[in-house]
Nanobody, 126 residues
Framework: QVQLVESGGGLVQAGGSLRLSCAAS????????MGWFRQAPGKEREFVVG???????TYADSAKGRFTAARDNAKNTVYLQMNSLRPEDTAVYYC????????????????????WGQGTQVTVSS
């Protein structure tokens, strides 16, 4: 079992940056692929980036060139560095974990994930 806690959200002006963290507790963190998702009011939960067990990442088109994700297995933590933020990035950001045997697998589908954090609010003002 894995418990996840996001932090680092807040208010920022357009063009600014935020760094989100997702701290995991429980055994075998390295056996999970991680995902960052976001959800704005009235909208579906949206894939942002997948972080494979290997540390490789795959980004949604909306995040490419602006966001960078990484994992630190020694700290049981996954990060999301967000630069050049836009008002349309405003959402609750969630991290999620999915067990995989493969080191190179990930999912873009929220239902596939086994564990979720509580979310952290990111608000970008124009």
């Amino acid at each position: 079992q894995v418990q996840l806690v996001e932090s680092g959200g807040g208010l920022v002006q357009a063009g600014g940056s935020l760094r989100l963290s997702c701290a995991a507790s429980g055994r075998n963190f390295a056996n999970y692929a991680m995902g960052w998702f976001r959800q704005a009011p009235g909208k579906e939960r949206e894939f942002v980036v997948g972080v494979m067990r290997s540390g490789d990442t795959t980004y949604a088109d909306s995040a490419k060139g602006r966001f960078t994700a990484a994992r630190d297995n020694a700290k049981n933590t996954v990060y999301l560095q967000m630069n050049s933020l836009r008002p349309e990035d405003t959402a609750v950001y969630y991290c999620a974990a999915k067990f995989y045997i493969s080191t190179s697998a990930y999912s873009r589908i929220p239902h596939d994930y086994d564990f979720w954090g509580q979310g952290t609010q990111v608000t970008v003002s124009s």
